[in-house]
């Protein structure tokens, strides 16, 4: 699909991006409760020479906003001179839920359910056709941007399907540790652009609600590290990850009893089967019962909550069998006192 990054007629919502061109284009998607449009902000950003057309979204759901700051810092840091092919960056895809600072769309409707939408559908739908319509469909590849859900934490890493050679490319372009081999739920917008031709993978670090400058480099470095690979970006130097694995399953640990949670882990810990991962306490301070790892591998996400009840998710685990060495080879033999970086 490389034709539609020079193509004279290159539209979106209607409006021609010319080569060359840099637009901020507002998307009608959906309509306010006071007939106003809801808008989603985009901006293209066309090279002058021939390239690949990428997809860059964030804020998929309204609450996860770091990925609106790694759109925001890329945006201002490429050279749009420099660019080959075109670029379109949405820095807040679900623009209500993030006014509301809501994961959801109204009538709690989670967007990253909905895709490709449908045209006369429930309101998800409709604002998930008018994006794959008029973004999605338009690109080669894409990576959709996110954090953790409300009450956890993230490591940085990549998720997608890498039974698909070309996710899967993308997904080591990206210079994350761990990547997970997970396709998405069905109506996921990484699986619903994957099966529709377009490949894309997702990239998972961090809070809800809160910025983290830590998290924000790391995620504009892997975009740059992408676009430097498919040959759109040759000014940026690919950072190297300190080792890298492709991880096939992972678990969440759950609480059994209820209680105050005294978590011992952190998000980039790597964890031996039998490791005690967190003790949860009664009122009184004494200790109800202790969680040992299941498995081993490293920890990609952990609860930020104080407190839990039977079932609540703790801690969650990439299991590493095969490379487990090579993990601990990278660590230089002291896995267990040690932690990935960010």
């Known amino acids: 699909?490389?034709?539609?990054?020079?193509?004279?007629?290159?539209?979106?919502?209607?409006?021609?991006?010319?080569?060359?061109?840099?637009?901020?284009?507002?998307?009608?998607?959906?309509?306010?409760?006071?007939?106003?449009?809801?808008?989603?902000?985009?901006?293209?950003?066309?090279?002058?020479?021939?390239?690949?057309?990428?997809?860059?979204?964030?804020?998929?759901?309204?609450?996860?906003?770091?990925?609106?700051?790694?759109?925001?810092?890329?945006?201002?840091?490429?050279?749009?001179?420099?660019?080959?092919?075109?670029?379109?960056?949405?820095?807040?895809?679900?623009?209500?839920?993030?006014?509301?600072?809501?994961?959801?769309?109204?009538?709690?409707?989670?967007?990253?359910?909905?895709?490709?939408?449908?045209?006369?559908?429930?309101?998800?739908?409709?604002?998930?056709?008018?994006?794959?319509?008029?973004?999605?469909?338009?690109?080669?590849?894409?990576?959709?941007?996110?954090?953790?859900?409300?009450?956890?934490?993230?490591?940085?890493?990549?998720?997608?399907?890498m039974s698909h050679p070309r996710v899967r490319n993308l997904a080591r372009a990206f210079g994350a540790t761990v990547l997970l081999d997970q396709p998405g739920v069905k109506g996921s917008l990484r699986r619903e652009a994957t099966e529709a031709g377009v490949p894309t993978i997702l990239f998972e670090a961090g809070e809800t609600g809160k910025f983290s400058r830590k998290v924000s480099l790391a995620g504009l470095a892997g975009v740059l590290n992408v676009l430097s690979e498919v040959g759109m970006w040759a000014g940026h130097k690919q950072t190297k990850p300190p080792f890298q694995v492709i991880v096939k399953a992972s678990d969440w640990v759950r609480a059994e009893k209820g209680g105050i949670l005294d978590l011992n882990v952190k998000p980039g810990d790597l964890v031996y089967e039998g490791d005690i991962l967190a003790a949860i306490l009664n009122p009184f301070g004494r200790t109800v019962t202790q969680i040992p790892s299941p498995t081993t591998g490293i920890v990609i996400g952990v609860t930020t909550a104080p407190l839990s009840i039977p079932g609540t998710g703790i801690v969650h685990i990439a299991r590493l069998k095969k490379t487990l060495a090579r993990v601990e080879k990278s660590l230089k033999g002291k896995a267990r006192s040690r932690s990935l970086k960010i």
């Open 1 to 161: 699909m490389d034709s539609s990054s020079t193509d004279s007629d290159f539209k979106i919502s209607g409006i021609r991006i010319a080569p060359g061109e840099t637009r901020e284009i507002f998307l009608k998607v959906s309509e306010s409760f006071m007939s106003t449009s809801i808008q989603v902000p985009v901006t293209v950003i066309r090279g002058k020479n021939d390239g690949p057309t990428a997809f860059i979204t964030a804020g998929v759901h309204g609450d996860e906003i770091n990925g609106s700051d790694i759109v925001r810092r890329l945006i201002l840091d490429l050279d749009h001179e420099n660019l080959v092919g075109t670029l379109i960056a949405l820095p807040v895809v679900n623009i209500q839920g993030f006014l509301a600072q809501s994961r959801y769309l109204p009538y709690h409707r989670d967007l990253n359910r909905f895709f490709p939408g449908k045209k006369n559908g429930n309101n998800a739908e409709r604002v998930a056709w008018k994006l794959f319509k008029e973004v999605i469909s338009q690109c080669d590849f894409g990576i959709d941007l996110h954090t953790a859900s409300d009450g956890r934490m993230n490591l940085p890493h990549v998720r997608g399907d």
